[in-house]
C-alpha cells in the first residue's frame, strides 16, 4: 500500500507560479499528475519515471516541470506561465513496483485572469 500526500496549490493570477509536491510513503515506479477540470475528463499532465524519463502534456510543455527525489519518494510540479485554463483539481499518481495504482487527494490550482 502506498499513500500520497500532496502539498501546493492555491489561487493565483495569470502568469503566476506555484509548486506542487507530492510525497509517496513507498517506493513507486513512476509518479506525476493529473488533472480534472469541472465538466471534463481527468488528464495526465506530467510524469516522471525512476529512470528519468518524462512525459509532458502538449498544452503545458515550456511551461510546467516534473521532477522527482527518489531519496524522499517524493515528485514535484513546478508549475510557471499559469493560464485560467490551467485551472482544474491536480491529483497526484503513482504505481508501485507491482504496478498497483494510487491517487492523492487531490489539490485545487485556481488562475484568475
Known amino acids: 500500500q502506498v499513500q500520497l500526500v500532496e502539498s501546493g496549490g492555491g489561487l493565483v493570477q495569470a502568469g503566476g507560479s506555484l509548486r506542487l509536491s507530492c510525497a509517496a510513503s513507498g517506493r513507486t515506479l513512476h509518479m506525476g499528475w493529473f488533472r480534472q477540470a469541472p465538466g471534463k475528463e481527468r488528464e495526465l499532465v506530467a510524469r516522471?519515471?525512476?529512470?528519468?524519463?518524462?512525459f509532458y502534456a502538449d498544452s503545458v510543455k515550456g511551461r510546467f516541470t516534473i521532477s522527482r527525489d527518489n531519496a524522499k519518494n517524493t515528485v514535484y510540479l513546478q508549475m510557471n506561465s499559469l493560464k485560467p485554463e490551467d485551472t482544474a483539481v491536480y491529483y497526484c499518481?503513482?504505481?508501485?513496483?507491482?504496478?498497483?495504482?494510487?491517487w492523492g487527494q487531490g489539490t485545487q490550482v485556481t488562475v484568475s485572469s
Open positions: 516522471t519515471w525512476s529512470n528519468g524519463n518524462t
Open positions: 499518481n503513482a504505481a508501485s513496483p507491482s504496478l498497483r495504482n494510487y
